[in-house]
């Protein structure tokens, strides 16, 4: 299954759930996207060539994380640019979230073991602006 979620025409996550399944390459992103994010499944024997590729000079305007949940549950609260509270949603052992826009904010509601990948460098504090997150009793969850 895959989750969407958007704030003003713009979308702030994009929610693979472990159970997604399909045949072939599926991208989730536009070719004009800061990241490339595909789901593949091939059968056994199938040969990817060889490849390297090629310096390309790119222009990244926002830092854009993908999340990969290998263990655990997590509660992901999304917040548009402006940080104001948009929604939440419960990431699982296998999930993977894709967060191009907007805000976010994690509570882990169980033990959690996860990768983060995003671009870099990374600048540290200047990387980020971080505010208060919405309290327990205003959360909404959209499952």
Known sequence: MIKTFFHKDKQIALII???????GIKFFTENDSSWQLAYMKHPKNT?????????I???VYYTQEVLIIK?????LDLYSQD???LESTILEAGDIAFLPY?????KCLEDVSMIEVKQG???GEQDKVRFD??????????E
Do not use: T
């Open 133 to 142: 997150e919405i309290s327990d009793d205003r959360v909404i969850i959209n």
């Open 47 to 55: 040969v990817i060539k060889a490849h390297v590729h090629n310096v």
């Open 57 to 59: 000079e790119r222009k």
């Open 17 to 23: 759930k472990n159970s997604y399944e399909n045949d």
């Open 121 to 123: 460098p990374y600048l």
């Open 83 to 85: 940080k104001e509270y």
């Open 71 to 75: 263990k655990g549950k997590l509660r």
């Open 102 to 106: 907007g805000g976010h904010g994690l």
